[in-house]
C-alpha cells in the first residue's frame, strides 16, 4: 500500500497538469455516469409504475363507506380474484394515507431513505409508516414518532415516489374513511379481460364507481427504450474516454517505467502497481462526483426530467461504482499490460 502511495505522490508532483485534468476527466466521467443511471432509474420506476396502471382497476367508494363495511368487501374481493391479485390498496384522503393488502413486489425501490416494512410488521399490522418525500415529511426522521389520526406510529422510511403516507393494512386507523381501492391484475389485461373484471368488480361495489385501467401508450414504451439506448451509450463512452486519458498518462511517464524495471520491478507488479494506482484514483473523484450529485443536482432532477423524483440510494450508488469500476479495470489492465510489457530499451526510445 505503501508503494502505491507513493506512486500516486510521484504522479502528483511530477506531472502536476496532467494529474489535475485525470482527476477533472474522471469527476465529470463518474458524475456523467451517475446522472445518466439516476435518469435510467428513474425511467424504470416511471415504465414500471406505467405498466402497473396498465393493470390498476380503480374503485371510486361512495361517501360514507367505512371501514367495516369495507373489510367485508375486501374479503369477498380476495376470494372471488384469488391469484389474479398482484396488489390491492386502500386508499385514504383526510389525511392522505394508502395500505396494501397484498406485500408489494417492488417495495425497495419506492423507499428512498430507512426501508420498507418487514414481511413480519407487514403481516402483523405493526405501527410503522413510510411518509411520502414531500412536502409532507416536514422535520421528521427515520426513527421518529408521527401521529396519524391521533396514533403514533415509527417513521420506517421517507418514499421517493407517490402522494400517500403508507401503512400496513392492519394499522390503518378505522376511524379514517377510505376513498377508493385499487385492484393490481397479475397479468396485463386484454380489452375482453378488462370489462369481464370491471363487471366483476362493480358486483362486489354496486354503489361504486368502477374505473378501467388506461390503454397503453406504445410512443411512451419506446421513448423509454430510447432513453435507456442513451444512458448505456454514456455509460460506455465515459469508460473508453477515461481509458484513452489514462493510456496517454501512461505514456507520458516512461521514464519511470524504465525506472523500475532497471531496479528489479517485474512485469507483473509493474502491472499491479499502475492497476492499483488507477483504482485509487477513480475513487476520490467518485465519491465527489456522488455528494455532488446527491446533494446538488438532486434538487432539480425532477424539473429537468419532467417531474420524476430523484430515487438513488446507497444501494444503487455502490453497484453503479463497482460496475463501472470493473469495467475500467478491464480496459485498464489491458493498456497497463502492454505499456509495461515493453523492453525497456524500446520504452526510453518511444
Known sequence: MGLIWKNVKNFAVHHKGMFVVFLVSQMVSALSVLYVTSVFQASQNADRDYQDNLRGFTVMLPEGETSQNLKARLSELQVEFGQEIRQLVVYGE????????????YHHQAVYTGSYFSREAFDSGSAEIILHELPMTGDYRVGDTYLLAGRPYTVKGI???????EVPYGALPEELPPSRVQLFTAELPTKAQTEEITRRLAGIFPEAAVL???MPDFQLFSQHNMEYLVCTLIFLLSVVNIAYLFQFILEQRKSQLALFRTCGCTTGRAWFLYLAESVFLF????????LILHFGISRWFSALNGSRPFAMGLAEYLSVYFVYLLLLLV???VFILRFVKRPIISVLRG
Open 283 to 290: 475513487t476520490l473523484p467518485f465519491l465527489c462526483s456522488a
Open 159 to 165: 418514499n421517493a415516489n407517490g402522494d400517500y403516507n
Open 331 to 333: 480496459v485498464f489492465s
Open 94 to 105: 383526510e389525511p392522505r394515507v394508502k395500505a396494501n393488502l397484498v406485500y408489494p413486489p
Open 212 to 214: 378501467p385501467p388506461e
